[in-house]
């Protein structure tokens, strides 16, 4: 079995600081993390993905993530945010390619 | 690569009506998905291919919902005798063989169909 919690559900940020999206996981297996943004009216768009290696993981957009297994957590930084990064992002694990589990997500809103 | 593609982008249909949705995975992608998402909520797994092959269902397809990948290419997804509660976005994805460098654990996401039961 395998869940996400992703602990913030919204997240009001002011254009070019820093944000944190936080995602923690749980898993009886090895596991794959991935994040997905989705702007409105979209489907997901993949902005990174965790499968072995380095525990520091870079994407698209600027965003990185790092592998905590000690802590089972996957949280999500942009060192300076854009008012295009306003959208919904979505954790979630993968115990293997068959199917993921999401968070609930989390509505990252920027400010001018 | 085009992308996964998905038909119609929005479904508005009364209760009781069957609706149908195709999807065209990223060619050569052997493994196909479906999920569904309601408003506020993330994508839930409902079904999964590999080639022509249902090989998992979870237990939110109910008996009204059927999917079918004939040829190992396109999907369909059928829901039958819609009801309110089906008011969701059907999202298809799709991913790679397995390879030993887990490009076989990529999932990528069309953009979904909105399907409204009034």
């Known amino acids: 079995a395998q869940s996400v919690t992703q602990l913030d559900s919204q997240v009001p940020v002011f254009e070019e600081a820093p944000v944190e999206l936080r995602c923690n996981y749980s898993?009886?297996?090895?596991?794959?993390l991935f994040w997905y943004v989705q702007y409105p009216n979209q489907g997901l768009q993949l902005l990174l993905k965790?499968?072995?290696?380095?525990?520091l993981v870079k994407g698209i957009n600027g965003f990185e993530a790092e592998f905590n297994k000690s802590q089972t957590s996957f949280h999500l930084r942009k060192p300076s945010v854009h008012i295009s990064d306003t959208a919904e992002y979505f954790c979630?694990?993968?115990?293997?390619?068959?199917?993921?589990?999401f968070g609930s997500g989390t509505q990252l809103t920027v400010l001018p | 690569d085009t992308g996964v593609s998905q038909n119609p982008r929005h479904k508005i249909t009364k209760r009781g009506q069957n609706v149908t949705f195709r999807c065209d995975p990223i060619?050569?992608?052997?493994?196909l998905y479906w999920y569904r998402q309601t408003l506020g909520q993330g994508p839930e797994f409902l079904t999964y291919?590999?080639?022509?092959?249902?090989?998992?269902k979870s237990r939110l397809l109910s008996d009204r919902f059927s999917a079918e990948r004939p040829k190992g290419s396109f999907s369909t997804l059928e829901i039958q005798r819609t009801e309110q509660g089906d008011s969701a976005m059907y999202l298809c994805a799709s991913s790679p063989r397995a390879t030993l460098t887990g490009s076989g654990n990529t999932i990528y996401f069309g953009e979904g169909s909105w399907l409204t039961v009034v």
């Open positions: 898993s009886s297996v090895s596991v794959y």
């Open positions: 060619s050569e992608h052997n493994r």
């Open positions: 965790y499968l072995s290696g380095s525990t």
């Open positions: 979630a694990v993968g115990g293997s390619a068959r199917q993921l589990t």
């Open positions: 291919f590999q080639n022509e092959a249902q090989l998992e």
